[in-house]
């Protein structure tokens, strides 16, 4: 295992500096390179680096420069959906391997780039998503690895995040999200709930998505915001935004299981992932957090209905062994932890110069949601095929590598028994 591995950071805004700040907190790392084309971020992002290390990084306003350095081993960048893939494609050139933060891809043509650009060079590209690591969502992991919910059938989740003042005020507070609404209509922001979907169903291994169909909404909550926030004569008050309130996805798999996705942004709610597993033995369903398993869950016998039980309890019985570890060790860093667990599953495939648990085959799958959704949403919602970004392999990979990160099985012989 390397000691140290030399990582430059792309994009610091408000999550850049907050995942600079969690890599910083990674064993064996080590930053000495940063940039954003605003000066003042990338400038804040190099005092991230002086206050958490003492040393000096070095500050870039094109990226081009970072990556022209010849001492990093990699690069991490957190910018925003529409640059991901093109610096990830410009990294893999420059020799250096790539984690970009989750979006949705902008064209097929640019997910094939990244998968050639991988395959060519032999550099990764991970998507940092997250909610793979998120608490909840190991531990059903562990269930469905142990057969609990019998052969899964169906699967929802979505992102589903009052988002209006983000989206609204992106020009005053120079963010990215506002030009993807006022000008796409899709599936924006598909990896949340579709990467623990996938790593569930095998996708790309055994497994792969064949058609989707999307339909949207009419759109209201946008200009309803600005109205009420930003008073008369705001110039999006009565801006036509193309994005749909509430985008509905549903793909169908190779092996027969169906997927429904929702983007919901731009209407007030409370936040919810809305994540459904449904196997032939009953499903959980995060709203409500709530479990039905036939014979099993407490369930009332007149009652023709079923009835649910609350899924605390199943999630401690299942709590996945990287979860009980990081209990025992002690959970930190944002969104409860899961931030710091997929920085950590980064670092360590760089540290072994090996697979990471999220490859460029997923990060393809998983991003090229967004543009088939624009393109069924465009043609009244007709299927749209699904490209085989694996060219095939999905049917016969070479296996997947076990460890405490991998999230394609649960690695029980890496864990003490103890924890
Ligand atoms: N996984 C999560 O939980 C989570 C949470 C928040 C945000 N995100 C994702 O992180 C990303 C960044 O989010 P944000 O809120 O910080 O967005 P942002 O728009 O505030 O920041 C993006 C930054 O990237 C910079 N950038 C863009 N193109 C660049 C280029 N060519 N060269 C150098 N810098 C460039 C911008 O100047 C900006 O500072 C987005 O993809 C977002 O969806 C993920």
């Keep these: 295992m390397k000691e140290t591995v030399r990582i430059g950071v792309i994009g610091l805004g408000g999550r850049g500096r907050g995942m600079l700040g969690e890599l910083l907190g990674c064993e064996g790392v080590i930053v000495p390179a940063v940039c954003d084309k605003y000066e003042d971020r990338a400038r804040e992002g190099a ?14 306003l094109d990226y081009h420069a970072l990556l022209a350095r010849e001492d990093l ?109 006022q000008h796409r209509n899709g599936e924006l922001y598909p990896t949340h709930q579709l990467g623990p979907i996938s790593k569930v169903l095998g996708i790309n291994r055994g497994n792969r998505y064949i058609a989707l169909s999307a339909m949207a909404s009419k759109s209201r909550g946008l200009n309803e915001w600005t109205r009420k926030h ?8 009565d801006y036509p935004f193309n994005e749909g309130d509430v ?20 209407l007030p709610r409370p936040y919810s992932r809305g994540y459904r597993v449904q196997g032939t033995k009953g499903l959980y369903m995060e709203d409500g957090n709530a479990i039905f ?18 899924f ?19 959970v930190h860093g944002g969104h409860g ?10 670092v360590e495939s760089l540290r072994l110069e090996a697979a990471p648990p999220i490859d460029v085959y997923d990060t393809a799958a998983w991003m090229a949601v967004t543009v088939l959704s624009e393109q069924s949403i465009a043609i009244g919602g007709a299927p749209v095929p699904f490209p085989d970004f694996t060219n095939g392999m999905w049917i016969d990979r070479a296996p997947f590598r076990r460890g405490v990160f991998c999230l394609d099985d649960v690695c029980t012989e890496f864990f003490d028994k103890e924890s």
């Design 47 to 60: 005092a991230i680096v002086l206050e958490k290390t003492g040393q000096p990084a070095d500050v870039y």
């Design 73 to 181: 081993d990699a690069v991490m960048c957190p910018t925003t959906w529409i640059t991901h893939a093109r610096i990830a494609v410009d990294a893999m050139r420059a020799g250096k391997h790539v984690a970009i933060e989750i979006g949705g891809a902008a064209s097929i043509e640019e997910c094939w780039q990244m998968v050639r650009a991988s395959e060519e060079t032999g550099k990764f590209c991970m998507l940092l998503e997250n909610c793979c690591y998120d608490r909840n969502e190991m531990a059903i992991f562990n269930m469905v690895k142990q057969g609990v919910f019998g052969e899964i059938i169906h699967m929802q989740g979505g992102y589903q995040h009052d988002l209006r003042d983000e989206i609204c005020l992106g020009r005053e507070n120079r963010h990215g999200r506002l030009y993807n609404f």
């Design 230 to 237: 930003m008073g008369e004569g705001y110039d999006l008050n």
């Design 247 to 266: 985008v509905t996805t549903m793909l169908r798999c190779a092996n027969g299981e169906t997927v429904v996705l929702t983007h919901d942004c731009s």
């Design 293 to 310: 398993l036939e014979g099993v869950t407490k369930d009332d016998p007149g009652n023709w209905m079923h009835a649910w039980e609350k």
């Design 312 to 330: 605390d309890a199943y999630r401690d019985e299942y709590e996945h062994p990287l979860w009980k570890q990081y209990r025992i060790d002690g």
């Design 337 to 346: 932890g899961m931030d710091f667990l997929v920085l950590s599953a980064f």
